[in-house]
């Protein structure tokens, strides 16, 4: 028997008006996404950027649905849409914010399970780790370098 650790690790900062400035501009961009989501349902909306090494900036946010399995979060939204339209170009950070219709978003806001697994695909693809910047509505901004310290143990396509 052996115990196997697991370490990872990521940077806080206190606000979006402490990070760098291409940072800065990438989570005002997911500020913009998060006023377009479409989430009558839950009141919760969440918007998210992508910066890829071409410069373009690919926006989503999360779409619900009346038949609520059918909705889609933002992240996902946004991956699939920088993987359809730039489907060879590496993405360098995603950034990503939410805010709730009754109360302040105060923390940073993680990706769920399912987004976390279907970012590591395109990780993998890529061959490059991306940045993670994750935010509620206000307050701080934590930053992670890759997708793989989001989800340890993960499925990926050695196992097929
Ligand atoms: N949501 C996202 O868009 N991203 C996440 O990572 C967590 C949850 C959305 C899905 C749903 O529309 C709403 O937030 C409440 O769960």
């Given at each position: 028997m052996r115990k196997i650790e697991i370490?990872?690790?990521?940077?806080?900062?206190d606000s979006i008006d402490a990070?760098?400035?291409?940072?800065?501009f990438l989570m005002n961009k997911a500020i913009e996404a998060r006023a377009k989501a479409y989430a009558p349902y839950s009141n919760f909306s969440v918007g998210a950027a992508l910066l890829l090494e071409n410069g373009a900036v690919v926006l989503g946010n999360n779409q619900e649905n009346a038949a609520y399995p059918s909705g889609m979060c933002a992240e996902r939204v946004a991956i699939w849409k920088a993987a359809s339209e730039y489907p060879t170009m590496k993405v360098l950070k995603l950034a990503?914010?939410?805010s709730?219709?009754?109360a302040t978003v105060a923390k940073p806001v993680g990706p769920c399970g399912a987004c976390r697994q279907s970012l590591l695909e395109y990780e993998i693809k890529q061959a490059t780790p991306f940045k993670m910047l994750l935010m509620g509505e206000v307050g701080e901004v934590i930053i992670t370098d890759s997708l793989v310290s989001l989800l340890p143990f993960s499925f990926d396509n050695t196992y097929l």
């Open positions: 370490k990872t690790s990521a940077t806080c900062y990070l760098e400035k291409e940072d800065a990503i914010t939410a709730a219709a009754n």
